[in-house]
């Protein structure tokens, strides 16, 4: 595919704000045939430096991502350049170093296999464009709470699924049964490829397309959504469908400044607090039927 070992490779640069930047600017990459890239800070902006082989001229790639920016108002690209002999995939696999998560699980690529710190359960996530890697505040918010309160045994439905990380730190606590929704095909093609890096089989999740918990039909012991303020909002009118009247809620997505606002909702919804956490100016919580 290309021209992997020509002599220089395109750079392009494209900046996005907001609290979803990250992921935004990382599913871009993906999408876009990004054949490494890096993301970093400055002036307030978040910025995603991409590389892409030189096979092709640096006008097919504008097009490619001017044409997928359509559907991301909140960015655009910035600059681009040639860059001459430099290993962007090398440097692409060493962004995503090992990365220890609440106190026992350990996010890692898959090509730090081997390397697993003794005593840590291992997540094998592939770094992509699908939401919650490990690597996002967030997700480490959610994967705390999971491991607090997923038990052995326990059925667990996870919405807005993206990489697959949550349902899968599930069934290696013990999980006997998951489920999974995501409204993005490419989500659910990363959450397969995970769990295969897992030895996982297939058959342990329900793993479809779908708006929130559209498709299931079962009642589980816990619910997990890493997602954003408004869908979890809009999630809490069916957790009552869902989840077991002594099961545990688990949401996170959301900002600090939204904890005020979503905690009125839960109250509204029959369910009250049990646990919350806060990673920088992400905050996630645990609830239960009040």
Known sequence: MGNAGGNFWWSVELESGGKAAEETLATIADLS?????????????????AAYFSSHDISHWIAVLNELLADFPEARVRSHTKIENRDWHTKHLEAFPPLSVGVNFVVMAPWHKGKEP????????????AFGTGYHESTQIALSLIERFVKAGDEVVDVGTGSGVLFIAALK???????ARDVDPTAIAECRRNMELNGLASKACDLRIGDLVEGVETRFDVLTANILLEPNLKLLNDIG?????????????????ERTRFLSALSEADLSLVAELTTNDWWGCAAKFA
């Open 118 to 129: 003794k005593g840590k359960l291992a997540l094998y996530i592939y770094p992509s464009s």
């Open 33 to 49: 045939g990004s054949i490494g890239a890096e993301l970093f800070q400055e002036e307030g902006m978040t910025v995603l430096r």
């Open 241 to 257: 469908r869902v989840l077991k009247r002594e099961g545990v809620a688990i949401f996170s997505g959301m900002t600090v400044s």
């Open 173 to 179: 606590l013990g999980a006997a049964k998951t489920a």
